[in-house]
């Protein structure tokens, strides 16, 4: 697909980006990793660092910010991607505890759906591989990757961990996930 970007067919600002991924995928929860994975493979983009994914049902925020850190004390690069965000969007995606910059992410945006064609993505897996674009390019030693709604069926998991940090679990979503843990 050619770059689209500047000829206004495709959003260049972050708000941008976001104004239309809420407006094509609203609250639409699609759990799976097939067409998040597709896209990661035509996405390309691939990184040295160590990956920790951290799951649960309460507590993964609160871990990752530790892990964080605990992980920039002691001199690591490190990428933390939570959700969801409080107030700004760049909450969801940090470098080093700094939000990373609307124009890193709307290109990232861009880069994504670059490649993604007409596979569906939901605003959540549109973001995910965002971010991860941004971190394979910032060249971490670490990412830490929050996982969301769906445990084992959220988009974060299309990305292989090293190293996976579980949380307290309990039943949440039950309308999605069903009422067993």
Do not use: Q
């Amino acid at each position: 697909m050619p770059d689209l970007r500047g000829h206004g067919l495709l959003p260049t600002t972050l708000a941008g980006w976001l104004e239309l991924l809420e407006a094509r995928h609203g609250a639409s929860v699609c759990l799976g990793l097939e067409r998040v994975s597709k896209v990661l493979t035509a996405l390309g983009s691939s990184t040295d660092a160590v990956v920790i994914t951290v799951g649960g049902t309460n507590g993964k925020g609160s871990t990752c910010a530790m892990l964080e850190a605990v992980l920039r004390a002691e001199g690591y690069h490190v990428g933390c991607y939570t959700s969801p965000h409080l107030f700004r969007y760049n909450e969801r995606v940090r470098i080093d505890g700094v939000e990373v910059a609307d124009e890193i992410l709307a290109a990232a945006f861009a880069d994504v759906k670059t490649v993604h064609g007409d596979v569906p993505l939901t605003y959540f897996e549109h973001g995910t591989l965002a971010a991860w674009k941004v971190f394979c390019m910032a060249r971490l030693d670490v990412i830490i990757l929050e996982v969301g709604l769906g445990g084992r069926l959220d988009a974060v998991n299309v990305i292989d961990a090293d190293c996976a940090i579980i949380s307290s679990v309990a039943l949440d979503h039950m309308g999605y996930l069903g009422d067993t843990r």
